[in-house]
């Protein structure tokens, strides 16, 4: 059975400044995808970054990066130059693939940008 | 562009009783998910279909039932309420694009049993 850990229950950073989440994951597939949503007061499940095992290269979307180290079955996202609207709730998910596969979430990490 | 749609939004409901959610997944989706997420927790996979027909079953109770139309949206229904379940109720689809399959989530359906 597969497995996601976030190790951080709460987080806070400053405005403009730099954060990172962990997340460590356990399986024993070899192919699955990795993702980082994001859940605001309104409850919305945003999907922010996704990485797919397969890929050496850390996936990037703006000012949102991974990085995947895939022996270690770690994936950690950095949230560079935090916004207010960053405030949230945000989960690891691990998905098995090649088929419609569900996705098994961390606790989540309860992030605070402060002004 | 369309988005998941789930009805109701808000339900509120006595122990004991039925309830039903539905979800409308995006146009030409062929998978839907039910996901259970607790106050404070992280969200529970429940169920899924695939063209109709179930797919995997997760930590569902045997008070719950589901089921995916012709037109592929999909009814949750749920009987003998408890507190316990509480909860919001997300419905995601999907379609698999090379060997990729990205859920996408509906608002969810927050249900109160008192």
């Known amino acids: 059975a597969q497995t996601v850990t976030q190790s951080q229950p709460e987080m806070s950073v400053q405005e403009a400044e730099t954060v990172t989440l962990s997340c460590t994951y356990d399986t024993s597939e070899n192919n699955y995808y990795l993702f980082w949503y994001k859940q605001p007061p309104s409850r919305q499940m945003i999907l922010v970054i996704r990485?797919?095992?397969?890929?050496?290269q850390n996936a990037t979307e703006n000012r949102f990066s991974v990085n995947f180290q895939k022996a270690a079955k770690s994936f950690s996202l950095k949230i560079s130059d935090s916004q207010l609207g960053d405030t949230a709730m945000y989960f690891c998910a691990f998905m098995k693939g090649g088929s419609q596969g569900n996705l098994i979430f961390g606790k989540g990490t309860k992030l605070s940008v402060k002004p | 562009a369309a988005g998941v749609i789930q009805s109701p939004r808000h339900l509120i409901k006595e122990k004991r009783e039925t309830a039903t959610l539905k979800c409308y997944p995006i146009p030409r989706h062929d998978t839907v998910y039910w996901y259970q997420q607790g106050p404070g927790q992280d969200p529970q996979f429940l169920i899924s279909f695939y063209e109709k027909m179930q797919s995997d079953k997760g930590s569902i109770p045997d008070r719950f039932s589901a089921q995916q139309f012709s037109d592929y949206h999909s009814e949750l229904n749920m009987s003998s309420l408890e507190l316990g379940d509480s909860a919001l109720y997300f419905c995601?689809?999907?379609?698999?694009?090379?060997?990729?399959?990205?859920?996408?989530f509906g608002p969810g359906t927050r249900l109160t049993v008192l």
């Open positions: 990485q797919e095992a397969y890929k050496q």
């Open positions: 995601a689809s999907s379609f698999i694009y090379r060997g990729y399959n990205e859920q996408f």
